[in-house]
């Protein structure tokens, strides 16, 4: 059973920085893209930030220059978000999302974690 473990929210001044981390264990063949959501109150989810098998990046324009995603070199599967000059408007839970080939029969299906509280306020 694949699932995704998040890390490293919590409650950050205006101007600070944090760090997420999402690791997927389980019966994994291949990881094409992992990446990060977040859900405002009363709002559906809406992209963050991904990353590819090819090393490509995507960004919502409103973290762009703010926030970097990578891979976790020193652990299989897992993906950073270094978030940095955080803002109130980032206030919101993040969810890590992978697309993955994985369990019996090597299917491809999405996963969600379950979401990680990333509060910006002085």
């Known amino acids: 059973q694949v699932q995704l473990v998040e890390s490293g929210g919590g409650l950050v001044q205006p101007g600070g920085s944090l760090r997420l981390s999402c690791a997927a264990s389980?019966?994994?063949?291949?990881?094409?893209?992992m990446g990060w959501y977040r859900q405002f109150p009363g709002h559906q989810r809406e992209l963050v930030a991904t990353f590819d098998s090819r090393g490509r990046t995507n960004y919502a324009e409103s973290v762009k220059g703010r926030f970097t995603i990578s891979a976790d070199n020193n652990k299989k599967n897992t993906v950073l978000l270094q978030m940095n000059s955080l803002e109130p408007e980032d206030t919101a839970i993040y969810y890590c999302n992978a697309d993955l080939v994985a369990g019996t029969g090597n299917k491809r299906s999405i996963y969600w974690g379950r979401g990680t509280q990333v509060t910006v306020s002085s």
């Open positions: 389980g019966s994994i063949a291949m990881a094409n893209a």
